[in-house]
T-cell receptor
Framework: DARVTQTPRHKVTEMGQEVTMRCQPILGHNTVFWYRQTMMQGLELLAYFRNRAPLDDSGMPKDRFSAEMPDATLATLKIQPSEPRDSAVYFC????????????FGDGTRLSIL | GQQLNQSPQSMFIQEGEDVSMNCTSSSIFNTWLWYKQDPGEGPVLLIALYKAGELTSNGRLTAQFGITRKDSFLNISASIPSDVGIYFCAGQGIFGSEKLVFGKGTKLTVNP
């Protein structure tokens, strides 16, 4: 079965460092989503793209977070500088365009900022 | 912001028992989705519901899209140990948006 691939699976780094998380969406999916999961807040949408163009990043702290899609097979989420409160599991999901198209999730990047 | 109220937060049941969990919202949705998440993995889609009143099954799982479009439930019949995990409801499609709004999850424990 086709899957969304995320790397790295785990990342531990010190506060202030730059963090880059990568996502390979399922081939043919033109919509990519970034979510953050924490115990307190649950799953929250950070940003999403269609055909590589950002559609909504209202859930993302703009001062330190940035999301891009350099090409159709790669989406990146960067945090610079990282802070301890950024510690969470970050998920990428992809799907076809349309509100009735289900989103398929990767296995996430577990980020710990010390 | 939009919120989904998912209940119960956790359930402890014996193998073979049936399970029921639900989600309610103050807003209407065009689509209701149910996901399951195992430890260390991402949510996996179980059932998608696209019409108010729709009742859909996937093996031992049955889900319904409420008539008011503000609620949904998921039932699991004859639970087995591998049903253990966290189940999430999600609503999609307010005002045509593709954004998913998630419930906080129901953690299911099945005792053999």
């Amino acid at each position: 079965d086709a899957r969304v691939t995320q790397t790295p699976r785990h990342k531990v780094t010190e506060m202030g460092q730059e963090v880059t998380m990568r996502c390979q969406p399922i081939l043919g999916h033109n919509t990519v989503f970034w979510y953050r999961q924490t115990m307190m807040q649950g799953l929250e949408l950070l940003a999403y793209f269609r055909n590589r163009a950002p559609l909504d990043d209202s859930g993302m702290p703009k001062d330190r977070f940035s999301a891009e899609m350099p090409d159709a097979t790669l989406a990146t989420l960067k945090i610079q500088p990282s802070e301890p409160r950024d510690s969470a599991v970050y998920f990428c999901a992809s799907g076809h365009q349309g509100y009735n198209q289900p989103q398929h999730f990767g296995d996430g990047t577990r980020l710990s900022i010390l | 912001g939009q919120q989904l109220n998912q209940s119960p937060q956790s359930m402890f049941i014996q193998e073979g028992e049936d399970v029921s969990m639900n989600c309610t919202s103050s807003s209407i949705f065009n689509t209701w989705l149910w996901y399951k998440q195992d430890p260390g993995e991402g949510p996996v889609l179980l059932i998608a519901l696209y019409k108010a009143g729709e009742l859909t099954s996937n093996g031992r799982l049955t889900a319904q899209f409420g008539i008011t479009r503000k609620d949904s439930f998921l039932n699991i019949s004859a639970s087995i140990p591998s049903d253990v995990g966290i189940y999430f409801c999600a609503g999609q499609g307010i005002f045509g948006s593709e954004k998913l709004v998630f419930g906080k999850g129901t953690k299911l424990t099945v005792n053999p």
